[in-house]
């Protein structure tokens, strides 16, 4: 049903009953857990298209209402979320319908927004941002102010990807689909995005663009890149770190790790 929709997106409308009635379906198995719009399977990051099509098709088959939380009006498409079933919310905390929370997810006063998978044990700090269809993994933490990409269009984007045990530090940004690895910790301010190479200081090698492997610290850094005006720094992503698989994140053994590389923690 989403796929002939989506064939004629164009005609589509609120007074078209029987597309709302499809569209809020799919959305509500977003919303439920039941399906994602990607998730990482065989090592690369599947994404299913119609799960984010469903969620476009919502801002054509959706009508603007108004609705009201304590003093705060909202006037919106898209509905704020309310089945938070094992999810710790503190008030401030917003999530939006078609969002997915597993139990034991803590969020802080914060920003969820549609399409977004967090799985169970993570914490969404205060002032981060799930963008939308954005995955994050199993008891990760996204620290203050930590900003997550959003994707919908094309269809096909692959989203953000956090994967399991990983730690994002304050006010970092990970966009355009990066992904970062299992149980990596990335140090706080570190900016990647899809096109930002990844190197690792102790051979040079550049590992990946927008990619931070499993199991090591990185942080933000610059390399020098030559313009007719001169040399300047472009930014990129520094592995200083690798750890041991399974290896959890000892806060002063880390801090010491970027002191030593003569890293602001």
Partial sequence: MVDSLWERRAELSPEDAEARTAVVGAIDLLDTGKARVAEVS???????????RAILLAFKVLGMARSQVGDFQHHDRVPLKTTFDGVRVVPGAIARWGAYAAPGVVL???????????DSGTMVDTWATVGSC??????????????????????NAVPVVVEDDALIGSRAMIVEGARVGRGAVVGAGT?????????????????ARGRV?????A???????????G???MPCVLVIKRLEPGQRHDKAALNEVLREHGVNT
Avoid at 108 to 116: E, K, L, V
Wanted: proline share 9%; glycine share 18%; with cysteine.
């Fill in 42 to 52: 065989g090592g690369e990051v599947v994404v299913d298209e119609r799960a984010k």
């Fill in 108 to 118: 802080m006063p914060s920003f969820t927004n549609i399409g977004a998978y967090v």
């Fill in 134 to 155: 954005a995955q994050i993994g199993s008891n990760v933490h996204l620290s203050g102010g930590v900003g997550i990409g959003g994707v919908l269009e094309p269809p």
């Fill in 191 to 207: 900016i990647l995005s899809a096109s930002i190479p990844v190197i690792d200081v102790e051979t040079g090698v550049e590992l």
């Fill in 213 to 217: 492997p499993d199991w090591c610290v």
């Fill in 219 to 229: 942080v933000g850094g610059t390399r020098p890149k030559e313009f007719p005006g």
């Fill in 231 to 233: 040399t300047f720094g």
